[in-house]
């Protein structure tokens, strides 16, 4: 066999890695804008949508944001808010205390993700910011409709800024 026969296969092997480089040269990624923080990109909205209906629900997102405040301020990692733990995400708030004991509904001394997020959808800034996204008014949001919205408005955690209700008698 002469050196001529491995000439045509190089020449395929060539155009291959040619032709894949252009391709991939032409693929962009549409990358999330870094200043829009707290804004739910597309694939973040489908971890969101926890029951994978393609639809979030208030108590879905109150779960998620729920979900992304504890891997800040769950500090012993069992789901779970305690006073401790509390005291230390918010420790100059002068109704520290307080706050914690109208969360814990229960009175067990911790707050637990149920709690979270019951107290989360009835914060009026949640339920209002929900409501305005809601645009087809089904109680759910959509892909379109929260990319359409500001989703900013849904940014409430136990620990935000946004006031807390006071709930219903125990």
Not at 15 to 42: K, M, W, Y
Not at 94 to 110: H, W
């Amino acid at each position: 066999m002469s050196a001529f026969a491995f000439i045509p296969k190089a020449i395929v092997t060539l155009l291959g890695a040619a032709s894949l480089a252009i391709f991939h040269s032409s693929c962009r990624t549409i990358e999330p804008d870094p200043e829009a923080s707290g804004v739910v990109n597309q694939p973040t909205f489908a971890l969101a949508d926890l029951d994978g209906d393609g639809k979030i629900s208030p108590r879905e997102m109150a779960k998620f944001k729920h979900q992304e405040a504890l891997a800040e301020f769950d500090l012993d990692d069992d789901k779970q808010i305690s006073l401790e733990e509390w005291k230390v995400a918010k420790p100059s708030s002068p109704a520290g205390e307080e706050s914690f004991r109208r969360l814990d509904r229960d009175s067990d001394g911790k707050v637990t993700e149920e709690e979270a997020v019951l107290s989360i959808t009835e914060v009026p800034a949640f339920r209002e910011g929900f409501s305005r996204m809601d645009r087809n008014g089904d109680g759910y949001l959509h892909w379109e409709e929260y990319a359409a919205g500001d989703g900013t408005s849904l940014n409430v955690t136990l620990f935000s800024d946004a006031p807390l209700p006071t709930p219903i008698e125990r």
